[in-house]
C-alpha cells in the first residue's frame, strides 16, 4: 500500500528536529483491511530528529475508536494512547524485520511510515474490550440483565456434621483424585 500521505521526504529537509502531524480516520484502516473500528479520530505527532547518517523517529497517537463491547456488544469510544520510536539508519538494502529499526537504501530519499501508524494504534487497542458503563455499573443492557438474572444469588455452604448426598460414581473419581495425590 503506497498513501503520498504517509511518506515524508527527507532529502530535503536539515539537520534537527522536524514534526509531522496526521489524523487517523476510518479510511485509513480501510486501507490495511482492518475492519474492528467502527469510526476513529486520532491525532498522531511525529517528531522526526535527523542527524547526518541516521534518523530517530518518535510517534505519539492519542484519540479514539468505535468499538463493540466484548460483554454487551454496546458501542462505545475506546481511548487511545500510544508511542513508539523508531530508528532509521541506511544501508546496502531495504530491511524491516526489527520493529524499532528500519534499514533503507543510501538512494533513498523518503520513507513510508503508514504501516508503522498502522500497528501502533491496533496494537494500542486491548484485547478484551470492555464498555466503561459495565465495569462501573451504570450501563443499562439486556445481555447485562440476562446476567444478572441467571448469575449465582447466594452460595451455600455445607453444614457443618451434615454430609453431602452426592453420587456414589462422583465418589469413586475423587477416591482416584485422593490416590494419585498418596
Same mark, same amino acid.
Given at each position: 500500500m503506497k498513501n503520498k500521505e504517509y511518506i515524508i521526504p527527507f532529502s530535503g529537509l536539515k539537520q534537527g528536529t522536524h514534526s509531522f502531524d496526521f489524523v487517523l480516520g476510518?479510511?485509513? @484502516?480501510? /486501507? @490495511?483491511d482492518f475492519e474492528e473500528f467502527i469510526s476513529t479520530q486520532i491525532q498522531v505527532t511525529v /517528531?522526526?530528529?535527523? $542527524?547526518?547518517? $541516521? $534518523? =530517530?523517529? *518518535? @510517534?505519539?497517537?492519542?484519540?479514539?475508536? #468505535? !468499538? +463493540?463491547?466484548?460483554?454487551t456488544g454496546e458501542l462505545f469510544d475506546l481511548p487511545i494512547q500510544a508511542t513508539l520510536d523508531l530508528v532509521v539508519k541506511f544501508g546496502e538494502e531495504f530491511n524491516d524485520e526489527n520493529e524499532s529499526l528500519l534499514i533503507l537504501p543510501h538512494m533513498e530519499h523518503q520513507v513510508d511510515i503508514a504501516q508503522y501508524?498502522?500497528? $501502533?494504534? !491496533?496494537? *494500542? !487497542? +486491548? /484485547?478484551? #474490550?470492555?464498555h466503561p458503563g459495565v465495569l462501573d455499573g451504570t450501563l443499562e443492557n439486556e445481555a447485562i440483565e440476562l446476567l444478572e438474572k441467571?448469575?449465582?444469588?447466594?452460595? #451455600? =455452604?455445607p453444614e457443618a456434621g451434615k454430609e453431602d448426598n452426592t453420587d456414589p460414581r462422583w465418589d469413586a473419581l475423587k477416591n482416584l483424585i485422593n490416590d494419585k495425590k498418596e
Open positions: 476510518e479510511k485509513f @484502516f480501510q /486501507q @490495511f /517528531q522526526l530528529n535527523k $542527524m547526518s547518517t $541516521m $534518523m =530517530e523517529f *518518535a @510517534f505519539a497517537a492519542q484519540g479514539s475508536v #468505535r !468499538v +463493540p463491547c466484548d460483554v501508524l498502522y500497528e $501502533m494504534v !491496533v496494537l *494500542a !487497542v +486491548p /484485547q478484551k #474490550r470492555v441467571f448469575s449465582v444469588k447466594e452460595v #451455600r =455452604e
